[in-house]
């Protein structure tokens, strides 16, 4: 089962054939070196990312590092989830690191299980945290 990576974001790890049954449809491993970008400032993407080991940074376009401690258990591209705009920041590698990519569809599925409520919720705490984020 390979499932076609159609933007930049590394190297996506050759998925085994129980990789769906591992983690679900729509979930698989990314692999990428040290200061390989995720993704770049005004992409437009389709899932976000778990930190599974390694470290990442946020970085602005002028090279100005927004957040230099994204470790393992962090979530990346959750703010653009609910948004459904381009990204605001690059995220990098700082050193080797593997994540697993969550596609829309895949969290899309799972919230559509949800009560409403929950989904206004979330993407209620998403626009503040991307506001407040934006005016720090």
Same mark, same amino acid.
């Given at each position: 089962? +390979?499932e076609?990576? $159609? #933007?930049?974001?590394?190297?996506? =790890?050759?998925?085994?054939?129980?990789?769906?049954?591992?983690?679900?449809k729509?979930? %698989? !491993?990314?692999?990428?070196?040290?200061?390989e970008?995720?993704?770049?400032?005004?992409?437009?993407? /389709?899932?976000?990312?778990?930190? %599974?080991?390694?470290?990442?940074?946020?970085?602005?376009?002028?090279?100005?590092?927004?957040?230099? $401690?994204?470790?393992e258990?962090?979530?990346?591209?959750?703010?653009?989830? #609910? !948004?459904? +705009?381009? %990204?605001?920041?690059? =995220?990098?590698?700082?050193?080797? /690191? =593997?994540?697993?990519?969550?596609?829309?569809?895949?969290? $899309?599925?799972?919230?559509?299980?949800?009560?409403?409520? =929950?989904?206004?919720? #979330? /993407?209620s705490?998403?626009?503040?945290?991307l506001?407040y /984020? %934006?005016?720090?």
């Amino acid at each position: 089962i +390979k499932e076609s990576l $159609n #933007f930049t974001l590394g190297r996506a =790890v050759e998925p085994e054939p129980w990789d769906d049954y591992r983690w679900g449809k729509g979930i %698989k !491993e990314v692999s990428l070196r040290a200061e390989e970008a995720l993704y770049k400032r005004g992409a437009i993407e /389709s899932a976000i990312y778990l930190v %599974k080991s390694g470290q990442l940074r946020r970085q602005l376009e002028d090279g100005q590092i927004i957040d230099s $401690n994204i470790r393992e258990g962090q979530v990346v591209g959750e703010l653009s989830y #609910f !948004e459904r +705009k381009t %990204k605001p920041w690059s =995220v990098i590698a700082d050193e080797d /690191s =593997v994540l697993v990519r969550i596609s829309y569809d895949s969290i $899309n599925q799972h919230l559509s299980d949800l009560p409403p409520w =929950v989904t206004v919720m #979330f /993407s209620s705490l998403a626009s503040r945290a991307l506001k407040y /984020s %934006k005016a720090g």
